[in-house]
C-alpha cells in the first residue's frame, strides 16, 4: 500500500504561473482522483483568468477520464486587477465542475478563505470539507457592514462551525489539510469512480445472518420516547460501522454511507432526538440531496423511519415548507438504485409518504411489529373528530383508534408493506435484498432533464 509521500503525479497541463495547479494523483489507498490545488500564498490565492483555466481544465480531465475530483480551495475570489477576464475564467470553471455533476464525485477542501465566486464553486460540489481555520462566503464582512450596518467576523459569518450547523453548507469539519484527505479518502470507500462504475464491495467477517435483537431494544417503551436512531444504524451495519455526513445541520434527520454484506449503502433516518424526528425545511433539504447523490452513483438506499410528520408553523410554511418538502418527495420518486425501507416506530400523514413508502416506488418495505401507519395519531385525531367528547369518550375512543390503525398488519393485509419482522431479523432482511437487488436496473423515460422542485 502506498503513502502520502508515494503519491505520483501525472501533469495536466504545464504549469501556468498562478495560483491553481492540478495533476493526477492516487491516494494512499491506491485510488485515483484528478486533485486541483488553489493556492492562498499565491496572490492570496486570487483567481485569474489562467488559474480559472487549470480549474476547468481539471474538472474536465475528471470528467473525461471517469475519475473524482478533488479541490482544495484556499481563494480570496476573482483577480480584480484582471477585471472582466478573471470573471470569464471563473466561468468556465464553474461550468466544467457543473458537467461533472452526477458522473464523477466531487470533494472541495477548503484550506483557507472561499469568496465571493470560489464559495459558489464549493456550493457546486457533492461533498465539502471545511478546515478550523477556512471561512467561505459570498459577501464579506465589510459588504455585509456597509448595507447592514452590522459587523461580523469572518468566523461568525461563514466560518466551519457556521456552516456545519446554520447553513449546511459544509459535509464536515477537521483540524487540517491532512486530516481533511484522511476523510476524502474514508468517503471514497462508499463511492466508485463515476456513475458508469458500481462501489467496490468491502469485505467483512460480519456474517448476513447475524441477529440484531438490540436494534429493537434501542425503541423506548413509550411511542413517544427518545432515542438515538445511530444505535440502529451501526447495529445493523458491517462491523459497526458509519460514516455519517453533515451531523450537526438538520439533526432531525441522519444521513451517512456504511456497509451491509459488504455493499455500500447511504442511509436516511428519521432522529426522534431531534425535533421528535419531524421534518422540516432543513430535514427536507439534507435528505433530498443526499438520496439524489446515492441515486447518481449507484448506491442502493436503506430509510429506516420514525416520525409524527411534518414540523408546523408559520414560518415554515412561508419559508417555503411545500416546495422544499417536495424536494424530497421527487428524490425518491426518481431514485432508481435499490431501495429498502424500514419502519421502525411511527409513520404519519405525509411523511409517510415523503419517507420513501410503497407508494414511492421502494424495493421492499419492512416494518417492526409496534409499528404505527396512519393519517396520524391517536391523540390528534381524538383532537378533531372528538373535540366536543368527555374526558372518558375521548380516551375510550384513541384506545379503540390505536388497536384497529395503529398497527402494521392492517398495511401488511393491503400490500402497502411487504412484511412484518422480528427487529432481530432486520440485518438479515436487508442483506438478502441487496443480494437480490444487485442487478437491478430501471430504465427512465426518454427527456432532457427532469425539473426538481428547488
Not at 469568496?115 to 457533492?126: E, M, N, Q, R
Request: proline share 6%; aromatic share 6%.
Amino acid at each position: 500500500m502506498k503513502t502520502e509521500s508515494d503519491h505520483y503525479e501525472l501533469p495536466l497541463q504545464r504549469m501556468i504561473p498562478g495560483a491553481a495547479h492540478a495533476s493526477v494523483r492516487q491516494l494512499s489507498t491506491g485510488r485515483q482522483v484528478v486533485w486541483l490545488d488553489v493556492d492562498g500564498s499565491v496572490h492570496r490565492g486570487a483567481l485569474s483568468a489562467a488559474a480559472s483555466s487549470v480549474i476547468a481544465l481539471a474538472a474536465q480531465t475528471a470528467l473525461s477520464k471517469g475519475l473524482p475530483f478533488v479541490a482544495v480551495m484556499a481563494s480570496s475570489g476573482a483577480d480584480i486587477e484582471e477585471g472582466i477576464a478573471a470573471l470569464h475564467g471563473w466561468g468556465l470553471a464553474a461550468k466544467a465542475l457543473a458537467d461533472c455533476s452526477g458522473i464523477v464525485p466531487t470533494i472541495c477542501i477548503v484550506s483557507g478563505p472561499a469568496v465571493s465566486g470560489p464559495a459558489l464553486l464549493i456550493g457546486l460540489a457533492d461533498f465539502v470539507v471545511m478546515t478550523q481555520d477556512s471561512y467561505a462566503f459570498v459577501s464579506g464582512p465589510a459588504m455585509v457592514a456597509d448595507f447592514t450596518g452590522i459587523a461580523v467576523s469572518n468566523e461568525e459569518l461563514g466560518g466551519p462551525d457556521a456552516h456545519a450547523r446554520q447553513s449546511g453548507a459544509t459535509t464536515a469539519v477537521v483540524l487540517d489539510v491532512a486530516a481533511a484527505l484522511q476523510w476524502v479518502e474514508s468517503l471514497l470507500a462508499y463511492l466508485p469512480d463515476s456513475v458508469h462504475k458500481l462501489p467496490h464491495i468491502m469485505h467483512t467477517d460480519d456474517p448476513d445472518d447475524r441477529l440484531t435483537p438490540e436494534a429493537g431494544a434501542v425503541i423506548p417503551p413509550t411511542s413517544t420516547g427518545s432515542y438515538d436512531v445511530r444505535k440502529i444504524i451501526t447495529t445493523l451495519s458491517d462491523d459497526a460501522d458509519f460514516f455519517e455526513l453533515r451531523p450537526l445541520w438538520a439533526t432531525n434527520v441522519v444521513t451517512g454511507f456504511t456497509t451491509m454484506a459488504g455493499y455500500p449503502v447511504g442511509v436516511v433516518a428519521n432522529q426522534p432526538m431531534s425535533l421528535a424526528g419531524t421534518l422540516d425545511i432543513e430535514a427536507s433539504q439534507k435528505a433530498a440531496r443526499f438520496v439524489a447523490l446515492c441515486d447518481s452513483f449507484n448506491i442502493p438506499i436503506i430509510t429506516l423511519v420514525d416520525t409524527p410528520g411534518f414540523y408546523p408553523g408559520k414560518d415554515l410554511e412561508w419559508r417555503g415548507m411545500i416546495r422544499h418538502g417536495a424536494q424530497l418527495v421527487f428524490a425518491y420518486g426518481r431514485a432508481t438504485v435499490p431501495r429498502i425501507c424500514v419502519i421502525l416506530r411511527k409513520s404519519y400523514g405525509g411523511a409517510y409518504i415523503v419517507m420513501d413508502s410503497k407508494e414511492m416506488g421502494n424495493d421492499l418495505c419492512l416494518a417492526w411489529p409496534w409499528a404505527e401507519l396512519a393519517v396520524m395519531g391517536a391523540g390528534q385525531a381524538a383532537a378533531i373528530l372528538q373535540r366536543r367528547a368527555t374526558p372518558e369518550e375521548k380516551a375510550a375512543f384513541e384506545a379503540d383508534y390505536s388497536a384497529r390503525l395503529l398497527n402494521p398488519y392492517i398495511a401488511a393485509e393491503r400490500g402497502y408493506i411487504d412484511a412484518v419482522i422480528d427487529p432481530a431479523n432486520t440485518r438479515t432482511e436487508i442483506c438478502a435484498a441487496l443480494h437480490m437487488l444487485r442487478d437491478k436496473r430501471e430504465k427512465l423515460t426518454q427527456r432532457k432533464h427532469d425539473n426538481t422542485p428547488l
